[in-house]
Structure formats: C-alpha cells, structure tokens
Antibody
C-alpha cells in the first residue's frame, strides 16, 4: 500500500523552529519529486516547497524562502522540512505529497501534521 | 504567484451536473497541461480526482471530468451524489517546479 506519514508537528513560539518528517512506503521513493503543501485553519491549500528525486533541484514559495529548508534521504525513504523563524501565519496542517516524474499532480498525500505557532 | 480563482460555492441537486471553473493566467493554466483537481472532505487529506487537465486516476468515478480552454480549467461532476459534497481545489504547474492552487470551491448537494 502506498503511504506517506508525516510527523513532527506541534506548538511552537514565534521565532522558534520545528522539523517535520514524512515517511514513505509502498512505492519507489527515490523516483519521485516530493513536496510540502500546507493548509491554514479554514483556508485553502498552499504549495510550500519541492525537491527533485536526487535532491538536485529545490524550490520554495516566496512566503517561506530563506526560513524553510526541504531535504530528503532516499536511503531512509524520508522527506524533511526544517522550519526556522516561524511566524503566526505559518500555522497550518502540513502535508507531504509526491509528484511523478514528468507529471504535475500530487498523489498520494499524507494525512498531515498540524503546526501551531503561538505565544 | 496569486492563487487561481474558483467560485466560493457551487450547489446542485442529486443527479444534476455541476461545473467548477478555475481561472489562472498565461503563466500557469494557460502555459501547461498540468492542471489537477483535488477533493477534500472535512478533516481529511486532499484526494486526486483529475490530472493533466482531463485524465482520471484509477478508482475515480467517470462522473468526474476535466477540461481547459485558454487560462481557464473546469471540473464537471455529473450525476451528482451526496458523497460528492466536499471542497474542491484546482492546481496548476507554474514553472520551475512551483505550483499554484485555486481558492477552493465548496460543493453542496441540495
């Protein structure tokens, strides 16, 4: 069964840091681009960051550039998101999702992990 | 990148057809045939319903179909059913491995 499981969310103070993880199983993780997408409470989806299969290409949304760092470990079938200098507006459910080579669709998605930035 | 524009809500009676529009620009929807649509029920992760404008993943009902004209993509749900009540989001590739999502549409089955 294809599965993505996020972890690492929680409550953090403004200016703090948090590291999210996403464990993949059931597919050839090293062949897929991986992404983080977030959803603020009651709001829509927002693409956050992508990393190519070999980590050669990394991109960020302007809203997180310079504060967030995406990485992956293909040997461990894992994706990460290091979030620094967190702001209240970063409060959201963070999903990891894969994109097939040459494709532009997110499938599958993890169940999400909630990050709350509040004092 | 500004979010793609979708109607906030669309409703229909069981058995009817509804269409959700998704308007972008020549830099995203108009430039790439990489438009996808996602269904999201409350408290759940999004689910892929349509990819590459009009393709359906295995297991998705053929009541769901997609199309695109210029900078606007559309999702049509025919034979509306109670379980189709959910939020729907479009998404377009926007170049340099970046993506832009739509504002989201709440579908209500009357």
């Amino acid at each position: 069964e294809v599965q993505l499981v996020e972890s690492g969310g929680g409550l953090v103070k403004p200016g703090g840091s948090l590291r999210l993880s996403c464990a993949a199983s059931g597919f050839t993780f090293s062949s897929y681009s991986m992404n983080w997408v977030r959803q603020a409470p009651g709001k829509g989806l927002e693409w956050v960051s992508s990393i190519s299969s070999s980590s050669s290409y990394i991109y960020y949304a302007d809203s997180v550039k310079g504060r967030f760092t995406i990485s992956r470990d293909n040997a461990k079938n894992s994706l990460y998101l290091q979030m620094n200098s967190l702001r209240a507006e970063d409060t959201a459910v963070y999903y990891c999702a894969s994109v097939p080579r040459g494709g532009g669709q997110f499938d599958p998605w993890g169940q999400g992990t909630l990050v709350t930035v509040s004092s | 990148q500004s979010a793609l524009t979708q109607p906030a809500s669309v409703s229909g009676s069981p058995g009817q057809s509804i269409t959700i529009s998704c308007t972008g620009t020549s830099s995203d929807v108009g430039s790439y045939n990489l438009v996808s649509w996602y269904q999201q029920h409350p408290g759940k992760a999004p689910k892929l319903m349509i990819y590459e404008v009009s393709k359906r993943p295995s297991g998705v009902s053929n009541r769901f179909s997609g199309s695109k004209s210029g900078n606007t993509a559309s999702l049509t749900i025919s034979g509306l059913q109670a379980e189709d009540e959910a939020d729907y989001y479009c998404c377009s590739y926007a170049g340099s491995s970046s993506y832009v999502f739509g504002t989201g549409t709440k579908v209500t089955v009357l």
